[in-house]
């Protein structure tokens, strides 16, 4: 009888420990958005990265195509690429044939070896792959201590194709798609993938909603805007942003141009005035009403002033 019930405790507590384990690995995923007819977001989460999150604070995306799937961003880690890939099996069992990286940002492109290792083809724009060579080992420091012995097996693998090219024509398994660089944004060398029969654009970094977005030492403003001016220009009725929810031209425009339009306009009279840094600080910090619904806006909106500042003051 003793035997018995030790035997029954044990049962217990392993199975207890089986469900506790299998919460833990299930305890993030991307949402699947269907856009249009084989053409899927897959949206992360727009808090910080995470080890939960598998650094998978952004979205990424992919098209279903007669010979298998599009990818567009592949994640920050092989483990982040293998939820991806969990995800895309629930839309269909047809193999990822071509990643195409958006940017140079850990979470576009670390999980290139996750993919290229099942036969896939890597695609980027030669400036994006650039970017990458220059951040490596930035991004690795810092996934190392976010997800921790998540990135032990991170290959750092650029595209096996890189196209040298501003616009670029695609033919992937019948689909026609377009891979562009419209100047510096985010960061440097940034692309945008646009689908013209489906009015749907993956905009990578260029475009934040939902959150608001960060600009870093190396994110040219001036430049940030024009390049999104250009995206906009191709009127699409979809766009997948970097972060956030999928949205239309009046979301984007209002929660990342207008966003960008304000920082420069109003460090721009700041700097006509005479204003110093910390004055321009506090004056833009109590004028941006319109953007303080903004997840992050508490921890970012000061920065982004001074940064903003920084550029066009040396500029003058």
Partial sequence: MQVTMIYSLKSRLFMFCLLLLSQSVLAFELETVKVTDNVYALIGETGPRTYDNHALNNNVGFIVVDDGVILIDSGASPSGAKLIQQRISTVTDKPVKWVINTGSQDHRWLGNSYFKQQGA???ALSSTVEEQKKHIETHLERLKNTIRER???IQPLQATRVLEEVNNRLLLGGKNIQLNF???SHFPGDGYVWLAEEQVVFTGDLVYVDRILGIQ???PVASWLKAFNKMVQLKPGYIIPGHGSV???NKVQQQTGDYLKYLISG???????WLELDETVDLLAESAGQFKQLQNFDSWHKLNINRTYLQLEADL
């Fill in 151 to 153: 990135a032990n097996d």
């Fill in 217 to 219: 030492s190396y994110s």
């Fill in 121 to 123: 083809e890597i695609i």
């Fill in 247 to 249: 949205s239309d031209l």
């Fill in 182 to 184: 419209p100047g510096d």
């Fill in 267 to 273: 460090v721009s009279k700041a700097l006509e005035d």
